[in-house]
């Protein structure tokens, strides 16, 4: 009995020190566990939604109260700089009212055209308004709004140039065109074939093409007289404009691939547009005409 009252001090301390460590055991399971507080650095949305629920880009722009448009700026009367040196043109009066019905400001991102679409999808901004004609290739890259507008595309020639009317003219001469435009793709993939050989060289604005033109460093360019009534206007180029359309063009409002909902959002502030007299009050404006019927 003495041997075995020694040895019970000790079996009560092994069994306290057991439960103990069993506890602290338990404790750091269910600290692992436990899910990453709302306040984590790592949520950047400040967001009360469920987690792994996240804003879709409509409802990013609307909380920002900004919609970010990309844009050439050098395209009059589309887009441009004004005296006041602020983006104006059919373009940028598209925007402004399409995000005034989505509750938000248009933020203009000037740039190269053929920038525009690396831009969109690199996220610098959340769509283009910039006359980006809806083609199939482009819907493989990008999606589109319905279109806005319908241009015809004619050639373009020194006032003293007899010699070019038509497409067939072409074979032999130096052609110029915007760079990255549909018009481009145009001549590579669709006249150059048909016709013959003739150079191509492209640019990054309209304004510099029409001065090569003016000065015979080209032979010829494409474009819609929409486009160009302004500029020749304003820098009394000696051009004009020959034979019948060569094609007619629709640009719609380009937004990233699977973003539906902004997408609709876009196609209703151009519907409504239509519906309520907005979209003939502006194309008045810039065109001095109405639009035509559809």
Request: hydrophobic share 40%; with cysteine; net charge neutral.
């Amino acid at each position: 009995m003495l041997h075995q009252s020694k040895k019970t001090p000790f079996l009560v301390l092994s069994a306290v020190l057991l439960l103990v460590l069993a506890l602290a055991g338990c404790g750091s399971k269910s600290n692992d566990s436990q899910e990453p507080s709302n306040a984590s650095p790592n949520n950047q949305s400040g967001s009360t939604a469920p987690a792994g629920e996240t804003k879709n880009l409509l409802d990013q722009i609307k909380a920002s109260g900004v919609m970010k448009v990309g844009l050439m700026g050098t395209y009059a009367p589309y887009n441009f700089l004004n005296d006041k040196k602020e983006i104006d043109g059919f373009d940028a009066d598209i925007a402004k009212d399409v995000a005034k019905r989505l509750g938000v400001k248009a933020e203009f991102a000037a740039q190269e055209f053929s920038g525009l679409i690396p831009s969109l999808q690199a996220s610098k901004i959340d769509a283009i308004i910039s006359q980006v004609t809806i083609t199939d290739e482009r819907k493989k890259q990008i999606d589109f709004t319905q279109p806005y507008i319908t241009n015809e595309v004619k050639i373009i020639v020194r006032q003293a140039n007899d010699d070019i009317t038509k497409l067939e003219d072409f074979k032999g001469k130096n052609i110029g065109v915007g760079l990255g435009t549909n018009d481009e793709t145009y001549l590579r993939n669709e006249v150059l074939p048909k016709v013959g050989k003739f150079t191509i060289k492209t640019y990054d604005d309209v304004i510099t093409s029409l001065q090569d033109l003016n000065a015979g460093r080209i032979d010829a360019t494409i474009n819609n007289l929409y486009a160009l009534k302004p500029i020749v206007d304003k820098n009394g180029f000696k051009i004009k404009a020959v034979g019948t359309a060569i094609k007619s063009d629709q640009a719609g409002i380009a937004v990233r691939k699977n973003n539906p909902e902004f997408l609709a959002a876009l196609d209703k502030a151009l519907a409504d547009m239509q519906a309520d007299g907005t979209y003939n009050a502006i194309f008045k404006k810039w065109f001095g005409e109405e639009p035509p019927a559809k």
